[in-house]
């Protein structure tokens, strides 16, 4: 069975600095791969994924992943964080209809 | 227009009575689901639907029923509520089994 690991419950950033969230898989075959974010209150939203191709997928609010197969990784990050981005960040795996997510990693940006 | 939007947002009640979310989706999805997420934010997956017909039934307790009257929309009927049911529900739709799904606002649960 697929699982998705996310190693940093909380993660604290300055605004303008970067940010990495990282995310471990285990899967048998190639995974489909998800960043999907929740902020206060409200219902998720996919932030990129990554299904084969290019292992560096760009995605919306200036948000970029990159897969690697030799590590079971797809970690997120963000060159320069803005205070909109505080949230919940769950990756997730999908081999099929199952999506299967991370606990997720909790954003807070200080000013 | 909302393209995932369930009512109502928030529920609260007693132990023991039966309680309905209803869900629909106006994206044109044939793929429904109903994921819980608990205190500790944690999401998983219940239930999911493909063209009505029920795909995924993760080891959820009988009390919990969903219906799919048609493609667009997915309700889930709680009877005889628990304190452990207490969380938000979300559901979310997508086309086929590609994991991009998109979620409702979400409705928050609260069993006293």
Known sequence: AQSVTQPDIHITVSEGASLELRCNYSYGATPYLFWYVQSPGQGLQLLLKYFSGDTLVQGIKGFEAEFKRSQSSFNLRKPSVHWSDAAEYFCAVAPDYKLSFGAGTTVTVRA | ?112
């Open chain 2, 1 to 112: 227009d909302t393209a995932v939007s369930q009512t109502p947002k928030y529920l609260v009640t007693q132990m023991g009575n039966d309680k309905s979310i209803k869900c629909e989706q106006n994206l044109g999805h044939d793929t429904m689901y109903w994921y819980k997420q608990d205190s500790k934010k944690f999401l998983k997956i219940m239930f999911s639907y493909n063209n009505k017909e029920l795909i995924i039934n993760e080891t959820v307790p009988n009390r919990f029923s969903p219906k799919s009257p048609d493609k667009a929309h997915l309700n889930l009927h709680i009877n005889s509520l628990e304190l452990g049911d207490s969380a938000v529900y979300f559901c979310a739709s997508s086309q086929g089994a590609n994991g991009e799904l998109f979620f409702g606002e979400g409705s928050r649960l609260t069993v006293l």
